[in-house]
């Protein structure tokens, strides 16, 4: 294995949009550390996965050492893990609020301080973090907790794009519309296609590759890369 293949750390990355990314990124050659809550171990050589709570701290620090020291340094993060719970605002538990709340904000605090702190050693590397179009409300669809966090998100993106961008790291955000994972039902898709202008849902590799797009697109930093199906431009 060359020293100068590139590493790439993504989080939720067993199914849907995170095992798009891994497989995209492998595709270019780069090492990959892979984490989810349930990941299981990897036959290639080249993707180590660890398996934990990206909410947990621990976890985020289990990543960046396993990366360090199995890689020797880390040049791309994304920020993949996310969860949503769909009830009407008023009906959600505190429950619901600190189980979102877990996985898509502090399982992108942690992990990204301890990235970009390692990235700035080497004077490079990038953060790309799958937040969500969230600037337009669906009438009917309940998405506060989404809007909530994705949105924060998107704002962090771009605060932190400016934060570190003279020391050579770029921070970019893809903001997917509906998209086919595992969370929708296939005799859902119909529907959930139907909130898109172009009428249907995103495909995970489209996700996907827009991250890679990103990633090597070394002048574009503060970045929320629309991938919606033109939701965000009006319905």
């Avoid at 020291?69 to 040049?75: A, C, E, K, T």
């Amino acid at each position: 294995m060359s020293a100068l293949q590139k590493v790439v750390i993504v989080t939720g990355a067993s199914q849907g949009m995170g095992a798009e990314v891994v497989k995209a990124f492998r595709k270019l050659d780069y090492r990959v550390i892979a984490t989810s809550r349930k990941i299981k171990p990897s036959d290639d050589p080249n993707i180590f996965t660890v398996a934990g709570d990206i909410g947990d701290r621990d976890t985020a620090q289990r990543v960046i050492a396993e990366a360090l020291v199995r890689f020797g340094r880390i040049d791309t993060l994304v920020n993949n893990a996310g969860i949503y719970i769909g009830k009407p605002f008023t009906e959600h538990t505190l429950e619901d609020y600190n189980a979102v709340m877990n996985v898509n904000v502090a399982g992108f605090y942690h992990i990204t301080q301890l990235a970009i702190a390692e990235m700035q050693k080497q004077g490079s590397g990038h953060v790309v973090t799958v937040t969500g179009s969230v600037e337009n409300s669906i009438s009917g669809a309940h998405t506060a907790l989404a809007a909530l966090t994705k949105g924060g998100l998107n704002a962090a993106t771009r605060a932190l794009a400016i934060e570190y961008a003279k020391q050579g790291i770029r921070v970019n955000a893809v903001a997917p519309g509906v998209t086919k994972t595992p969370m929708h039902k296939p005799e859902h898709y119909e529907m959930l296609g139907a909130l898109h202008p172009l009428g249907r849902m995103g495909e995970p590799s489209e996700v996907a590759s827009a991250i890679v797009f990103l990633d090597s697109a070394e002048f574009i930093t503060g970045e929320i890369l629309h991938v919606d199906g033109g939701q965000s431009a009006g319905r």
